[in-house]
Nanobody, 116 residues
Framework: QVQLVESGGGLVQPGGSLNLSCAIS????????MAWYRQAPAKQRELVAY???????NYADSAKGRFTVSRGSAKNMVYLQMNSLKPEDTAVYYC??????????WGQGTQVTVSS
């Protein structure tokens, strides 16, 4: 069974930075995609960024220029470096693995709060 565990969330002041980590158990296959989503209170879950097994990345407009998604050398770690954080970035951040054949696996989420 695939498991994803996020870490690195917390309370940060506006303009600050956080680096979220996602540890994925099991192997990563060609065609898999690793993504970060977030869900703010009373809002729908939204895509923040994703990275393919080949290293291609894509970002939501709200994340472009501030966030960077990357893979670890072990390939089963995914990171989200978040800079210049704003109060509107406050949300629970989730890691997701989409298998090439369509199965999705989610982590339990990590809270990010941006507040002075």
């Amino acid at each position: 069974q695939v498991q994803l565990v996020e870490s690195g969330g917390g309370l940060v002041q506006p303009g600050g930075s956080l680096n979220l980590s996602c540890a994925i158990s099991g192997s990563i296959f060609s065609g898999d995609v690793m993504a970060w989503y977030r869900q703010a209170p009373a809002k729908q879950r939204e895509l923040v960024a994703y990275i393919t097994n080949g290293g291609n990345t894509n970002y939501a407009d709200s994340a472009k220029g501030r966030f960077t998604v990357s893979r670890g050398s072990a390939k089963n770690m995914v990171y989200l470096q978040m800079n210049s954080l704003k109060p509107e970035d406050t949300a629970v951040y989730y890691c997701k693995l989409r298998r090439a054949w369509g199965d999705d696996y989610w982590g339990q989420g990590t809270q990010v709060t941006v507040s002075s």
